[in-house]
């Protein structure tokens, strides 16, 4: 019952429709809608009256109004480091969320975490000085992005690069980012539709495996895809798709999408997989959902890692991983266990985390379990 509600909902939000509903699990509901980052883009479709229990109708208001308001700062947030690199001569590319904004009705039906902006590696360090120089605040680093945070406290992520070591099948074809732009203006590129497409497709089963994705992860695509048929050569998107291995789960999302869009009837394992997307959450911040177990389904059955290997992996992350959180391994990479120390003793403190793994270390029957959502998505 409440699978269908959602669907309808996604689907009469596409065409400004509202709808009246009875539902039995109003919570169930307003979770769903929460934590699949779907507030912004349901909620005008609710017809208050369909709430027997006005305090769900009253946190999805809620939810609704900071979405209006985090989407006006980052949407500012975006033409001030537009204008930024711009007057530095920073070419830059706005990426996903950033972008994607753009492409639905109105842009706040598109939360996003955080801005993604990628410079050309020999620009990363002018880059980072420039946003320093306007206020923004260096707060932590990954391999491929540094992040900030702008003294509104909307965080930004500086890209050196649209890979990590999540993308490795697809690395070669990623990798060279600034071959597939055209300029937009002045410094401002954007990524050619097929090459983006493509690249966003990556980035889902990036977060599939490492944390987890709920429904408007997968919408994105449907939103891309209908804003830029137009402009898409099909050929070269297919060819794209069959030389990176994703038309299976190109064809996977299509059908998800087509379900959530109430378009077809959902088989029942298509039911079991929309659950486990569902329950996930965008990023896997599902009150359900263990990152942990995602990840090591991963490397265990895709990668090949033993249990022990696991668990080793996670507790000494290898240099290349790890290099940007502490950046004087790039210097000193004989520091490398000093690194493993401090990063072990920081984990001790984050007690609920440290539990999470050693349960997923554990956990075989859901790791088969979740070896059949990747099955199924071809991943």
Same mark, same amino acid.
């Given at each position: 019952?409440?699978?269908?509600?959602?669907?309808?909902?996604?689907?009469?939000?596409?065409?400004?429709?509202?709808?009246?509903?009875?539902?039995?699990?109003?919570?169930?509901?307003?979770?769903?809608?929460?934590?699949?980052?779907?507030?912004?883009?349901?909620?005008?479709?609710?017809?208050?009256?369909?709430?027997?229990?006005?305090?769900?109708?009253?946190?999805?208001?809620?939810?609704?109004?900071?979405?209006?308001?985090?989407?006006?700062?980052?949407?500012?947030?975006?033409?001030?480091?537009?204008?930024?690199?711009?007057?530095?001569?920073?070419?830059?590319?706005?990426?996903?969320?950033?972008?994607?904004?753009?492409?639905?009705?109105?842009?706040?039906?598109?939360?996003?975490?955080?801005?993604?902006?990628?410079?050309?590696?020999?620009?990363?360090?002018?880059?980072?000085?420039?946003?320093?120089?306007?206020?923004?605040?260096?707060?932590?680093?990954?391999?491929?992005?540094?992040?900030?945070?702008?003294?509104?406290?909307?965080?930004?992520?500086?890209?050196?690069?649209?890979?990590?070591?999540?993308?490795?099948?697809?690395?070669?074809?990623?990798?060279?980012?600034?071959?597939?732009?055209?300029?937009?203006?002045?410094?401002?590129?954007?990524?050619?539709?097929?090459?983006? !497409?493509? +690249? /966003?497709?990556? #980035?889902?089963?990036?977060?599939?495996?490492?944390?987890? %994705?709920? *429904?408007?992860?997968? &919408?994105?695509?449907?939103?891309?895809?209908?804003?830029?048929?137009?402009?898409?050569?099909?050929?070269?998107?297919?060819?794209?798709?069959?030389?990176?291995?994703?038309?299976?789960?190109?064809?996977?999302?299509?059908?998800?999408?087509?379900?959530?869009?109430?378009?077809?009837?959902?088989?029942?394992?298509?039911?079991?997989?929309?659950?486990?997307?569902?329950?996930?959450?965008?990023?896997?911040?599902?009150?359900?959902?263990?990152?942990?177990?995602?990840?090591?389904?991963?490397?265990?059955?895709?990668?090949?890692?033993?249990?022990?290997?696991?668990?080793?992996?996670?507790?000494?992350?290898?240099?290349?991983?790890?290099?940007?959180? !502490?950046? +004087? /391994?790039?210097? #000193?990479?004989?520091?490398?266990?000093?690194?493993?120390? %401090?990063? *072990?003793?920081?984990? &001790?403190?984050?007690?609920?985390?440290?539990?999470?793994?050693?349960?997923?270390?554990?956990?075989?029957?859901?790791?088969?379990?979740?070896?059949?959502?990747?099955?199924?998505?071809?991943?």
């Amino acid at each position: 019952m409440t699978d269908k509600i959602l669907f309808s909902l996604i689907a009469s939000s596409f065409k400004h429709n509202k709808i009246t509903f009875e539902c039995d699990n109003e919570l169930e509901l307003t979770r769903n809608i929460i934590e699949n980052g779907l507030v912004g883009l349901l909620f005008q479709s609710i017809d208050k009256s369909s709430f027997k229990v006005p305090k769900y109708h009253q946190m999805l208001l809620d939810a609704f109004g900071a979405f209006v308001s985090k989407d006006i700062q980052q949407m500012n947030l975006i033409d001030q480091i537009k204008t930024i690199f711009n007057e530095h001569q920073i070419k830059h590319i706005f990426l996903k969320g950033s972008h994607l904004k753009m492409l639905y009705p109105e842009s706040y039906m598109r939360g996003m975490g955080d801005i993604d902006v990628v410079v050309p590696l020999d620009m990363f360090d002018v880059a980072q000085d420039a946003l320093k120089q306007n206020q923004f605040k260096y707060v932590s680093a990954t391999s491929h992005h540094h992040g900030f945070e702008s003294i509104e406290g909307i965080d930004v992520e500086l890209h050196q690069s649209i890979i990590s070591s999540n993308e490795y099948e697809n690395e070669a074809f990623l990798k060279d980012v600034w071959l597939h732009t055209t300029q937009l203006d002045q410094f401002t590129y954007g990524l050619k539709a097929e090459f983006e !497409y493509v +690249y /966003l497709l990556t #980035h889902l089963i990036r977060h599939i495996r490492t944390s987890g %994705v709920g *429904i408007r992860s997968l &919408l994105d695509m449907y939103v891309f895809y209908e804003s830029k048929k137009d402009l898409i050569d099909e050929t070269l998107l297919n060819n794209y798709l069959i030389e990176n291995n994703l038309d299976k789960f190109n064809t996977k999302v299509k059908h998800l999408n087509q379900i959530f869009l109430n378009e077809i009837e959902p088989t029942e394992l298509d039911l079991a997989i929309i659950d486990y997307i569902k329950f996930s959450g965008i990023h896997g911040k599902g009150l359900k959902h263990d990152v942990y177990l995602t990840k090591r389904t991963h490397e265990q059955t895709r990668l090949k890692k033993s249990k022990l290997g696991f668990f080793f992996s996670e507790v000494f992350p290898s240099k290349d991983r790890i290099k940007e959180t !502490y950046p +004087y /391994l790039k210097k #000193h990479p004989w520091l490398l266990p000093w690194a493993w120390t %401090v990063r *072990i003793f920081k984990q &001790l403190f984050k007690v609920k985390n440290t539990k999470k793994r050693l349960k997923s270390i554990s956990n075989d029957t859901e790791v088969d379990s979740v070896k059949g959502v990747y099955d199924y998505l071809g991943i």
